[in-house]
């Protein structure tokens, strides 16, 4: 919630705000919607959260986690500040606490949603990544970085998942084996870039699912790994792990790694 604070437009005090004893700040933020932002110096206090009939918010605690308010709900306040949101478009979950709202949202519903990034599995909270301090979501299968400085489509980026997986098991992408044009089988696709192809199962996944701007370059030719005792097809690319599960029918014989689930601190 800080971190989307400090691009909101503060919009003054409000009714229970008494200098020295209570803090009620109110503040606009950019993605639509407001928050209110409530502490107390000393002590804890329940006071009534400010949701009118007909209206629905969000509680949101200084660890992130939320829990929805209704018209007359109460809420405990104490030296830790707890934050109140109305407004503003906003997807929550059943199965997570957490929810996805402004750039983070919108890039969600626009690229698969539930079954190609899964659910959200973090806050928005800075992190520090090569070449700055972004704000950044973990979902299930990938990490949501939003590049302000940007334009758009660019502003929100996917973090290189599939690099920092091998990389998680001391591998080097760049030391795997590669292949040459000329060895590549017929109907597939070869990527001078990496020296990797992409064949089926993985071609179609790829070009219809958002291709090299979501999933990136492929890092690795088809290998098999082991998961529970049985052999596993994948394919490792920048952004994501594909893995063959000739068991489903397709098209959910190819499914994404939760590798957002793998590596969130």
């Known amino acids: ?13 409000g009714p229970l705000h008494q200098p020295g004893v209570f803090a ?8 639509g919607g407001s928050v209110r932002v409530l502490w107390k110096l000393d ?31 109460v809420v405990e306040v104490g030296q830790q ?3 109140i949101r109305q407004g503003g478009a906003v ?3 059943a199965e997570t606490p957490h929810s996805l709202r402004g750039p983070f949202l919108q890039y969600w519903l626009a690229n698969g949603g539930l079954a190609r990034l899964g659910l959200p599995i973090s806050p928005v909270s800075d992190e520090q990544r ?9 979902l299930e299968r990938a990490r949501l970085e939003y590049h302000a400085g940007n334009q758009p489509p660019y502003d929100m980026l996917l973090g290189l998942l599939g690099i920092e997986t091998l990389e998680e098991q001391d591998i080097d992408w760049r030391d795997l084996p590669t292949i040459e044009a000329e060895q590549v089988p017929a109907g597939c696709r070869y990527f001078a870039e990496t020296r990797h192809s992409l064949c089926p199962p993985f071609l179609a996944h790829w070009e219809q699912n958002g291709g090299l701007p979501v999933f990136g370059f492929p890092i690795s030719e088809p290998l098999v790994e082991w998961t529970e005792d049985e052999p596993l097809l994948v394919q490792y690319f920048e952004r994501n792990r594909f893995e063959h599960h ?14 957002g689930a793998e590596l969130m601190p």
């Open 1 to 13: 919630m800080a971190t989307e604070l400090r691009d909101a437009r503060y919009a003054g005090t």
């Open 24 to 31: 009620d700040h109110r503040f606009n933020l950019a993605g």
């Open 246 to 259: 000739p068991e489903n029918v397709p098209p959910f014989d190819v499914l994404l790694g939760r590798l």
């Open 43 to 73: 002590g804890r206090q329940t006071v009534n959260a400010g949701i009118g009939g007909g209206q629905a918010g969000v509680l949101i605690a200084s660890d992130g986690a939320e829990s929805p308010l209704v018209a007359g709900a």
């Open 81 to 83: 500040p707890v934050y």
């Open 91 to 93: 997807q929550s979950f």
């Open 130 to 138: 090569a070449g700055g301090v972004y704000p950044t979501q973990w």
